[in-house]
């Protein structure tokens, strides 16, 4: 992952989403449950390193310089996406729902995608009219992201807190 292949930290983020589009892609025509299982953990994975680039980096360099509405919506997203990859991780291919639960974990990521990179509109088009060093911010989003690749291969991501949704347990 050399800085050259993105020309800055929005070509680094829709570089992600194509990867995830295609894992899931992947995850829809699978069969084996070993393939299953190790197809759902690298989405997984590549979920949670992408939604700390964003929530720790993108999303805080944004507030005040876009609508707040579309940074808030996110971190929504972001956090239902984080219940559904938690339930994932700690069940496998034969638990109850865990194909149904891939599938709408899927629906919400494109739904969440096209909302980031809507023309005119979306959160990435948005961010482009600001005074944000968006090739700078690669450079941050790239150091953090290694670091996070290296904790996942050697000891695992920890478990997915959600920011902005108060889980309710009772």
Do not use: W
């Not at 829809?28 to 953990?41: D, F, M, V």
């Amino acid at each position: 992952m050399a800085q050259g292949e993105f020309t800055d930290a929005i070509a680094l983020l829709k570089a992600d989403h194509r990867k995830v589009e295609g894992l899931f892609e992947q995850f829809e025509k699978a069969t084996g449950a070993s393939t299953k299982q190790k197809l759902c953990h690298q989405i997984c994975t590549e979920l949670k390193i992408h939604t700390m680039l964003e929530e720790e980096i993108f999303y805080p360099a944004l507030r005040g310089k876009i609508e707040d509405d579309t940074l808030d919506e996110a971190y929504v997203e972001h956090d239902g996406a984080k219940v559904l990859i938690n339930d994932l991780e700690s069940s496998g291919p034969d638990a109850d729902f865990y194909d149904a639960k891939v599938t709408v974990l899927s629906e919400e990521i494109k739904h969440h995608v096209k909302e980031e990179e809507m023309p005119k509109e979306g959160m990435f088009a948005q961010a482009r009219e600001t005074d944000v060093d968006l090739v700078a911010m690669r450079d941050q989003m790239l150091a953090r992201k290694q670091e996070l690749l290296a904790q996942a291969e050697a000891s695992g991501l920890p478990i997915a807190k959600p920011s902005a949704v108060n889980l309710v347990t009772a």
